[in-house]
Each structure stands twice: as structure tokens, then as C-alpha cells.
Nanobody
Framework: QVQLVESGGGLVQAGGSLRLSCAASGRTFIFSNYAMAWFRQAPGKEREFVAA????????TFTDSVKGRFTISRDNAKNTVYLQMNSLKPEDTAVYYC???????????????WGQGTQVTVSS
């Protein structure tokens, strides 16, 4: 069984920063073999892709709305993926989920493992 646990969400003013973390664990889960991604879901909206990072950090990709503001990184020794969010906007308000899969993709349906989510609220 694979567990993904997000942390670091909270309430921040527009223009501020937050750093989300996602710690992965599992008896047979080899973190370094998996691509990791962040998705978000705002009230009344579908879950959307935010960012992804390939297994050995050789590649990252972002949705256009966060390019230049968010960065994704991972520490394979700590089985943890991070999402650094700067210059936050009210429209970034959502529940943020981390996800893991062997495939490096922007498609939520391809990700096998999901965390429970962490709330990010950006006030104007």
C-alpha cells in the first residue's frame, strides 16, 4: 500500500508564498521510480494539473497559469516532493493533491496513487 501525505497548506495573502510537501511511503514503493505531480481542485471545478516532475528530476512541466511562479522539486532520499508557490493569487485557491505514477504525465486519470489533499487559500 502506498501512502502520500501532503502538508504545508494554509491561508496566505495575495503575493505571498507557500511550500507544499508530499511525503510518500509504502513497503514496496520505490519513490525514485515514480513521476510525481501536483493537481488542484477549486470548489465547483474539475481537478486540474499543476506541475509534474520525472523520477530523477530530469524533467518538469507546469500548467501555463503557474509558470514562473511555482517550482516543483523532489528529494529521493527523503521520499518527498515539494511545490514552491510564489506570487500567489486568489485564483490559486484550491485543495492541492499530490499524485504518483510510473508514467510522467499531465493526465490525472493515469496517476495510480493520490494523497488526501491540503487546502490552500489565498486572500485578496
Amino acid at each position: 500500500q502506498v501512502q502520500l501525505v501532503e502538508s504545508g497548506g494554509g491561508l496566505v495573502q495575495a503575493g505571498g508564498s507557500l511550500r507544499l510537501s508530499c511525503a510518500a511511503s509504502g513497503r514496496t514503493f520505490i519513490f525514485s521510480n515514480y513521476a510525481m505531480a501536483w493537481f488542484r481542485q477549486a470548489p465547483g471545478k474539475e481537478r486540474e494539473f499543476v506541475a509534474a516532475i520525472s523520477p530523477y528530476s530530469s524533467s518538469t512541466t507546469f500548467t501555463d497559469s503557474v509558470k514562473g511562479r511555482f517550482t516543483i522539486s523532489r528529494d529521493n532520499a527523503k521520499n518527498t516532493v515539494y511545490l514552491q508557490m510564489n506570487s500567489l493569487k486568489p485564483e490559486d485557491t484550491a485543495v492541492y493533491y499530490c499524485a504518483a505514477d510510473i508514467s510522467y504525465s499531465k493526465l490525472a486519470k493515469l496517476y495510480d496513487y493520490w494523497g488526501q489533499g491540503t487546502q490552500v487559500t489565498v486572500s485578496s
